[in-house]
């Protein structure tokens, strides 16, 4: 079967967040056998889909598993997937993934940009845990959890230079969340074309720091639109790949636009 591997959340090869897609035949393989194929593409998750029946609630079934463990909801993952099934020909049109997280809509724009519809994660303000300050390197201003879908501690600092310079202590960063920890702060200049900036940090799925992570802005969108007082806000993911995810609020869910650029295409053998 083909194998591609697509930069997400990029208009550009090499930056963003690469993601292994596959489009199955039928059905998924066994477990054994999708975590093995999302360890030898050794990217921060592969995406892994098959079509289902007309006539459901949704037109492809869709599972994400980064190189050690299953995740219950990826954004780049989602939208590479969308990209093959839109440049390939494979599905035409807004296409409805079936997901652990329920039912996942990408919209295609005529402009190649690709818009996800997420749930938008609830935000809870929990006491600042004892040692994250010194786990992260840097003091945090607040802290919120982000809700089993996403499972990440958010972590606002105090500006835009402190996130950008932190090296935390990813084995200490495990004992505060299920997934990570998200860190963010308010744009410094917001004719930089970013309102706020973040980084996540994900040790617990097996990636120290994500490149550019699409379920993180479910959280940062209802943060940062409830401090700025806007829907519609674009934040800077800080990490050595750097990308950018639009984001619009709409409740209880949470739009998210980006692009993406298929880099390698070959052929699995295994």
Known sequence: MRIRIVDVFTDRPFAGNPAGVLLLDDVFPDDDWLQNVAMEVNHAETAFAHRLPEGGEADWALRWFTPVAEVAMCGHATLATAHVLHTTGAHEGPVRFATRSGVLIATPAADGSITLDFPTAPLTPVEIPDGVAEALGAEPVAVFDTGPNVGDLLVELADEKTVLGLSPDHRALRAYSSRGVIATARADDPDRGYDFVSRGFFPNVGIDEDPVTGSAHTALAPHWSARLGRDDLTGLQAS????????????????????????????LRA
């Open 240 to 267: 050595r790949r750097t990308g950018m995810v639009r984001t619009r609020l709409r409740g209880e869910r949470t739009l998210l636009t980006g692009r993406a650029v298929t880099v390698i295409e070959g052929e």
